[in-house]
């Protein structure tokens, strides 16, 4: 298979990213979020996971 039918057959990017998080007490994490996710709300994401609370909508 060439190159160009790789690319061709190459699955669509799912719009998430792998992101450094900082939690409150100061341990660093690495999260999955939505691409752009601006970087405190990763930080509150990493915190609220690791508190085990429920992401609010």
């Known amino acids: 298979m060439s190159d160009h039918e790789q690319e061709r057959t190459r699955p669509a990017l799912l719009g998430t990213e792998m992101r450094e998080a900082t ?3 100061g341990t660093q994490a690495v999260i999955v979020v939505k691409a752009g ?8 994401k990493a915190a609220r996971l690791r508190r085990g609370t429920p992401e609010t909508k």
């Open 23 to 25: 939690l409150p007490d």
């Open 37 to 44: 996710t601006s970087q405190a709300e990763v930080d509150e």
